[in-house]
């Protein structure tokens, strides 16, 4: 334990004395230091003060070099400037001359083109008044030639126009003859058709109001009354119509046939009716009153050919207006057939 304690002792003492060496050697490293930076620092003002002196030195020179350069400059800019003067002087005076010179030029050139110009200009307007009395004298020759054409061709058409008129006035000259015929023969055949037609109209009529008669006066229900047919009344219209011509003007009747149906039966107009010796006196204003206020008060709304038509209407207005108007039923039948035949009319 106690040799421990000595070589711990004796590190201890060894490493005291190191670190005062190491102190030592490092005091003695910076002193020397110190020295050497005083002589840098002493070395480094000496280099300073002779690198003022040469730069002051230098300075000077260049400054005196500068002038020189500057005088020597002054002096040639100075001789330049004359030297251009006069070269300027010169140039004017040698532009001066050449302008004039120019300008005596370009002014013969001037008048000899003005008088070239107005020599060809002269020659070009009579050129041209040449050229357009040729030319005005070839448009009236071509205007009057075209004139002569175009009269023969006026003249060539209008004989064909006239031609033509003719021709047409000629086909609608025969075509209105045809058709006036054609009319006449029409109009003569719906005539003949009419008349046949009323008769059978007239006939059927008779046979209708005889059967009525007979089947109200008679009592018997068992005849049925005929209702006469309703056949097909032709209508002629004429319808005007112009031709034209070249010289007048005719008129052309055009017949058109129109069938109109008649739904109901028609009492023909020509119908005789036979009244009595003393229908004169009867009231035949009573009578039509009657059968009008008769047919109004029927429910079914009927006119009076439906009134005509039904037999037990008939036999109940027939009863009623003999003992309400005490007349002759005779009378009351033939006015209410006269009365049918003007409501169908």
């Not at 023969?185 to 003949?192: R, T």
């Not at 119509?241 to 008649?262: C, D, G, L, R």
């Amino acid at each position: 334990m106690a040799s421990l304690m000595q070589e711990f002792a004796e590190a201890r003492q060894r490493r005291l004395q190191d670190r005062a060496d190491f102190l030592a050697e490092q005091q003695l490293a910076r002193e020397q230091r110190e020295r050497d930076l005083q002589v840098q620092s002493e070395e480094t003002t000496k280099y300073l003060a002779h690198a003022e002196q040469t730069r002051l030195a230098w300075e000077q020179g260049r400054q005196a070099i500068a002038e020189n350069a500057l005088e020597s400059r002054r002096e040639e800019v100075q001789n330049r400037a004359e030297q251009v003067s006069e070269f300027l002087e010169d140039l004017n005076t040698s532009r001066t001359e050449q302008a004039i010179e120019d300008s005596e030029q370009r002014a013969q050139e001037v008048r000899t083109r003005t008088f070239k110009t107005r020599s060809q200009l002269k020659h070009i307007r009579k050129a041209r008044i040449r050229a357009g009395q040729a030319d005005q004298a070839q448009r009236q020759q071509l205007v009057q030639d075209r004139a002569v054409l175009t009269q023969m061709q006026l003249e060539d058409l209008n004989k064909t126009r006239l031609a033509n008129a003719t021709v047409d006035a000629q086909h609608r000259a025969q075509e209105f003859s045809d058709r006036v015929a054609n009319v006449k023969a029409s109009l003569k055949q719906i005539e003949a058709n009419r008349i046949a037609e009323a008769e059978a109209q007239n006939l059927k009529l008779k046979a209708f109001r005889a059967e009525l008669g007979d089947s109200v006066w008679s009592g018997s229900r068992s005849v049925a009354v005929g209702t006469p047919p309703a056949n097909p009344q032709p209508v002629v219209a004429t319808k005007p119509t112009e031709v034209s011509s070249s010289k007048q003007k005719k008129k052309n009747t055009k017949a058109e046939i129109v069938e109109s149906p008649a739904p109901e039966p028609v009492i023909a107009k020509s119908i005789e009716v036979k009244e009595s010796p003393n229908e004169t006196s009867k009231p035949s204003g009573k009578i039509e009153q009657f059968v009008i206020d008769y047919v109004s008060q029927l429910s079914t709304n009927s006119s009076l050919l439906a009134v005509v038509n039904d037999r037990d209407t008939v036999r109940d207005l027939l009863a009623q207006g003999a003992n309400t108007l005490k007349v002759d039923p005779s009378d009351i039948l033939n006015t209410l057939l006269q009365m049918a035949e003007n409501s169908s009319s």
